[in-house]
């Protein structure tokens, strides 16, 4: 494969590999960058099971996947991250499901979205892009140590986003219950919460062989982008060097999460943040990729799981 960048699509990373044997969940999986990421480790062989919240777009997603005739196996189950209840309901079901899950990437989420609360009352894009992965994973956690033990690496992958130099992680009001809602500030912070998990995660795990990966997939026109209208557009662009933003096709924005996955080059390693198939460098002004260090800040990173943990009523990874 050329060096990988920012026009790597996901058969260049897939190409070659056999993930046989191997079983992978992509939550979000029912179209744009979930649906490629589930085709592509499923051509290599993968068992792969497609999680979304809408039962129809999950069915066609499948469908339209079980056409390609690709070699892995095919599953799905539904999932809403934004009902914490439904979510545990989802874990039982996989882990009766899977007893070893090798790779779980954390695809799903809102972006931009109105004001908005998950059923349990938190705000809609840190409720749904955080906290809800935040719980499957750890409920989770049983089946991905199982997998490590038989491979001797499981792998979590959390899709992050350059959005998150949007905003770093309020600790005194995340909900927006005193501050006025800002969509874009409240988006950023649920991404930095992304990142911040994966650090987190990768910390209490690493030693059970389940590495954690934060990865920033690339401007891509998806479903992701439903909320945004032409006065959004002009002020993300306005974010990047010269005003300008590039976008990605959706298999090159695919990418980074199949590279994440099952890249030999990131084996025993964690914690990291990842675009265009490769380790980010430290974000500057003068650049439009690149990861904030408080992203990555391992104070805050253990502050998010003390919090997440308050917030979900349950103890995780204590030994």
Same mark, same amino acid.
């Given at each position: 494969m ?5 026009e ?38 993968a068992?792969?099971y497609l +999680?979304? $919240?809408d039962r129809?777009? !999950? ?11 690709l ?9 809403? !991250? &934004? ?8 874990a #039982?079901? +996989?882990?009766?499901a899977?007893?070893r899950i ?14 908005g609360?998950t059923?349990?009352g938190h705000e809609l894009?840190?409720?749904?892009n *955080? ?9 989770? !956690?049983?089946a991905?140590? &199982? ?7 499981a792998?979590?992958?959390?899709l992050?986003s350059?959005? *998150?130099?949007?905003?770093g ?10 501050r ?11 991404k930095?919460a ?21 990865? *920033?997939?690339?401007?891509?026109m998806?479903? +992701?982008?439903?909320h ?12 990047f ?5 590039r ?8 990418a ?16 990291l943040? +990842? ?27 253990? $502050?998010?799981w003390? !919090? ?6 349950q103890t995780?990874c #204590?030994?």
């Open positions: 050329p060096n990988p960048g920012f790597t699509t996901t058969s260049d990373i897939i190409s070659g590999q056999s993930l046989v044997g191997k079983v992978a969940l992509v939550t979000g999986a029912s179209a744009g960058l979930g649906i490629e990421t589930a085709r592509s480790l499923a051509s290599a062989g068992t792969v +999680l979304a $919240r129809r777009k !999950l069915d066609a997603a499948v469908s339209t996947l079980q056409a390609e005739s070699a892995g196996q095919l599953e799905c189950a539904l999932l809403d !991250l &934004a009902d914490l209840d439904q979510v545990r309901t989802a #039982t079901g +996989l882990l009766a899977c007893p090798d790779l779980l990437i954390n695809n799903a989420g809102v972006m931009a979205c109105p004001q609360a059923a349990q894009q840190l409720g749904t *955080h906290l809800g992965h935040f719980l499957l994973t750890c409920l989770l !956690l049983p991905l140590r &199982a997998a490590a033990q038989v491979s001797g690496e792998r979590v992958i959390n992050s350059a959005g *998150h130099r949007f905003a992680m309020d600790f005194d009001d995340p909900d927006y219950q005193r006025p809602y800002d969509k874009w500030q409240a988006y950023g912070q649920s930095t992304n990142a911040l998990f994966s650090v987190g995660l990768d910390a209490r795990t690493r030693a059970d062989g389940i590495r954690a990966f934060a990865v *920033h997939p690339g401007a891509i998806t479903e +992701l982008g439903r945004m209208n032409d006065d959004d557009m002009k002020q993300v662009a306005a974010s060097p010269g005003g300008k933003m976008f990605k096709s959706i298999p090159q924005g695919a980074t999460s199949v590279w994440a996955a099952t890249s030999s080059e990131l084996a025993g390693r964690g914690g943040y +990842l675009e265009d198939c490769q380790i980010a460098e430290a974000a500057t002004a003068d650049r439009a990729g690149g990861v904030e260090s408080y992203a990555l800040d391992t104070a805050m990173a253990d $502050r998010l003390q !919090l997440s943990q308050q917030w979900v009523g995780f #204590t030994n």
